[in-house]
């Protein structure tokens, strides 16, 4: 099965900006419908943006104006752009096939904090 490996996080302060890309861990020509998923301490694991292979996407409420999600096909990489950051952004983001026919990656984790 496919895995997808996530990169791009790291420590910030509330305000800045950080973009986490999601690429396959090996060459593979299928697309896939993908999402952005975080876990924050304690916390389960909860959506935040999904795109679809023709480019089409949805962030999840409350995090709309500040997330974007965009990808590049040709690279078969996936974007998350997370702008305005806050401590409660804090978490370990992952990438995953929609349907479930990649496997969970480590994951990348980002930090906001003064």
């Known amino acids: 099965q496919v895995q997808f490996v996530e990169s791009g996080g790291g420590l910030v302060q509330p305000g800045g900006s950080l973009r986490l890309s999601c690429a396959a861990s090996?060459?593979?020509?299928?697309?896939?419908?993908m999402a952005w998923y975080r876990q924050a301490p304690g916390k389960r694991r909860e959506l935040v943006a999904v795109?679809?292979?023709?480019?089409?996407?949805h962030v999840e409420v409350p995090l709309k104006g500040r997330f974007t999600i965009s990808r590049d096909n040709a690279k078969n990489t996936v974007y998350l752009q997370m702008n305005n950051l806050k401590p409660e952004d804090t978490a370990v983001y992952y990438c995953?096939?929609?349907?479930?026919?990649?496997?969970w990656g480590q994951g990348t984790q980002v930090t906001v904090s003064s």
């Open positions: 995953r096939a929609t349907d479930g026919r990649t496997d």
């Open positions: 090996r060459s593979v020509s299928e697309l896939y419908n």
């Open positions: 795109i679809t292979i023709s480019g089409d996407t």
